[in-house]
């Protein structure tokens, strides 16, 4: 995996900004994995502000979210496609029919699951894929213990992350205990990966994620078997990693 360490936020998201870029310039009808949180914000500004001058365009691109909250409808404030709508897809020229985010309230989410893999499937795979990390290692809600080859399903969620999320939720009974999530597996098909930290709240997951071993406990380690996955720290989320890293990634050509 190639590490790049950035100053700052702001030079962490214009890098990620770019990857994105670079794939919808090369292939208009890309496929991009998408991810909520706090980190992938800035690079969402970012995205939105290239389409506003006409430097990116939308019009082609398919999207699919790794995770959705179950329970919650999309119109409520905390829900992923909801989060999702009013930080990037309203504000950029994508068609909302081109855009997936799995379905929480599905009778069957074990159907809707395996419909959401068809359907990555059928658009020809994801391009590139989005991430942040989990001060647990987590990756999307593939929670550390998840089995490294897993597809899309239910995951509970951990107490530790249940706690992260609460700030955005009035009350800690208010949090769901539950998401449908993209799998390790699932996620480590996409030909490009782009994993995000930021602050000094990742600093231990990432040196685990790094510079540690491939093992369930820290989902962010298997990243280290892609092929073509980069991961764009910060510098005080990158203020464990022992290796000496570039600031700069080497440009290499997506895989079409
Ligand atoms: P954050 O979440 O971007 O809000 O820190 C990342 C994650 O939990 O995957």
Redesign the pocket.
Known sequence: MEVIVKEDYDQLSRLAAEEIADVIKRKPQAVIGL?T????LGTYKELIRLCREKRLDFGRVVTFNLDEYVGLPPTHDQSYRYFMNENLFNHINIRKENTHVPDGLADDLAAGCRDYEEQIRKSGGIDLQL?????NG???FNEPGSSLGSRTRVKTLTEK?RK?NARFFKSMDEVPQYAVTMGIGTIMEARRIVL?A??A??ADALAAAVEGPVTAMCPASILQMHPAAIVVADKAAAAKLKGAYPFEPQRVPPKK
């Open positions: 991810a949180g706090s980190t992938p991430l942040g990390i989990g001060g987590h990756i999307a992350t992260d995000l930021s602050g709240s990742k």
